[in-house]
């Protein structure tokens, strides 16, 4: 007998199917469930007693950064810390423990810390004054410098703000030292050296640890540059990838017409050195910015700021013309759109192609869906759209406190996340992380998807507890709306010849107090069969 893999216990097969009490796997697959998979089990390879625990199809991160959240583990420790000095003290830290580290590069600090999350270069200074600093927020949509990093890309007083972006100043017009969207952080970014494959590629297999870890084995990364692609390719040869990724390529609303021919090439590439874990299918828009920074674009002005409605990235009518175009190339689309002007955009772009290019299986995404008119609610559904919603945003942290909510006002504060109103409207959802900006883990998510409460249980009836999604809505988006947004539905079941993706739990979340699920433990990753995780003996 072949090798055979039976597992006992609890078992989630899937959407509107009943559980089932054990399963086998053979050749990577989903050889039999219930009382035939039990009757393998004394002949089987291996047998896997669940205990309390479940298995489950395996999650994935329907919008997730994975080499940059890799990079993240090189550079400065920044992500949880708790001051502006504490910040300073950890890039000085690391300047002198890397001294041929010619530039200091880190990310994911807390645009919390100051007044609208303005950093001055000059706490950077205090630290670093001779090397250039150059740090992420945690949205990746700001940059906080020192002033070295600003002389080196000529950002001075008379450097007028660009198209799309902000150069944040002091009195005196000087340039503060954050930069927020594109073409601002660009000026720096641009002049950053670039990086090694091999240590592009060792961030890749970080990541692809750390997914596994967490029970996923297929993500979206969805923002990938041209000096991208040979890393993952690398990354695949020398098999360092433990999940399945497809890589979204960046259209840029200046050179969108001059991309089409080389993404073509790219997704044919991919397609044939990539192997069985690499595709390169989909192609990615950023409507607008995010709400913190007061650059996601809106239908009504900003309620601290009534002279502004955002900054949308795309005009409005250049953008529908560029997703019918990919759309008409076989892509299929991912837009970024956070506003309600970008998320209608968004919206009316996907239905121009939907009416101008022939029909074929196109799963249009929209991603994070944060605020969204109710006018537009219905047209999810309508036009066949997955609503891809990050859940651990959905909570009122000080990110909503502090700055979100201030610069929307309660009315629309109130409309945020409408992952409840959605799913009522027939859309189908699929979750993600935007990892590294939030945790990876889909559990967390999970569990802040069905309570709308922080960590600390705050507030105690849940933010906009109408939102909320059941625990078996939320497992949902996390497997079988993730595996509907990558093209495999074949892996959002556990039914006989299904690829055997799998995820081993420790409990149930359905039957899990929803404020204990994120405790809930990983106790094994199983891709086409072949495990990416199993923890080590206690």
């Not at 970014?189 to 029970?215: H, I, K, M, N, T």
């Amino acid at each position: 007998m072949k090798d055979t893999l039976v597992f006992r216990g609890r078992i989630r097969t899937g959407p509107d199917r009943a559980d089932t009490t054990a399963l086998a796997v053979r050749d990577g697959r989903v050889a039999a469930l219930g009382p035939v998979a039990e009757a393998l089990a004394p002949h089987a390879t291996e047998v896997v007693d669940l205990g309390t625990g479940l298995l489950t199809t395996a999650f994935g991160d329907g919008h997730a950064h994975p080499l940059f959240g890799g990079l993240e583990e090189g550079g400065p420790q920044v992500k949880e810390l708790a001051s502006v000095a504490a910040i300073a003290s950890e890039v000085g830290r690391w300047a002198v423990a890397h001294p041929d580290a010619e530039w200091i590069v880190g990310a994911s600090y807390d645009p919390t810390l100051v007044p609208d999350g303005a950093f001055d270069a000059r706490w950077l200074d205090a630290a670093v004054a001779d090397r250039p600093v150059v740090l992420r927020a945690h949205d990746y949509h700001t940059l906080w410098c020192n002033t070295e990093a600003l002389r080196r890309a000529g950002v001075h007083r008379d450097t007028p703000d660009p198209p799309l972006g902000r150069i944040l100043r002091r009195s005196d017009g000087s340039p503060m030292g954050t930069l927020r969207e594109w073409h601002a952080c660009d000026l720096v970014l641009d002049r950053l050296p670039a990086r090694p494959v091999a240590e592009l590629v060792e961030a890749l297999r970080v990541a692809s640890r750390g997914y596994a870890r967490a029970g996923l084995t297929w993500v979206q990364d969805a923002r990938v540059g041209p000096e991208m692609i040979e890393p993952y390719l690398e990354a695949a040869r020398r098999g360092v990838l433990s999940v399945r990724v497809n890589l979204a390529q960046r259209a840029d609303p200046a050179r969108w017409r001059a991309q089409r021919a080389p993404f073509v090439a790219a997704r044919s590439r991919v397609e044939a050195e990539g192997g069985a874990l690499l595709s390169a299918r989909t192609v990615t828009f950023f409507c607008d910015g995010v709400i913190e920074s007061g650059t996601a674009a809106l239908l009504e002005p900003y309620h601290d700021a009534p002279h502004s409605c955002g900054m949308p990235v795309w005009p409005a009518t250049e953008l529908a013309e560029a997703v019918r175009a990919f759309d008409a190339d076989g892509f299929q689309v991912h837009l970024h759109a956070i506003g309600d002007a970008g998320i209608r955009t968004a919206l009316d772009a996907i239905g121009g192609a939907v009416a101008a290019n022939p029909p074929w299986d196109r799963r249009p995404v929209i991603t994070h869906v944060q605020l969204v008119d109710p006018a537009d609610l219905p047209r999810f559904a309508a036009l066949g759209v997955i609503a891809n919603f990050e859940p651990l945003w959905a909570q009122l942290d000080r990110l909503q406190s502090v700055l979100s909510i201030p610069r929307v006002g309660d009315r629309r504060a109130e409309q945020q996340y409408p992952m409840g109103d959605l799913a009522r409207c027939g859309t189908r959802l699929s979750f993600g992380s935007d990892w590294p900006v939030s945790s990876h883990e889909p559990l967390a998510g999970i569990q802040t998807a069905v309570t709308r409460r922080t960590v600390d249980g705050f507030p105690r009836e849940g933010w906009t507890p109408h939102q909320r999604l059941t625990a078996a809505q939320a497992l949902d988006a996390y497997t079988s709306g993730a595996a509907h947004q990558a093209y495999a539905d074949d892996r959002g079941a556990l039914t006989p010849g299904a690829p055997a993706d799998l995820v081993r739990l420790s409990a149930d979340p359905r039957t899990t107090d929803p404020m204990r699920i994120r405790h809930i433990e990983v106790l094994g990753t199983w891709l086409a069969g072949r495990p990416t995780f199993l923890p080590a003996p206690r």
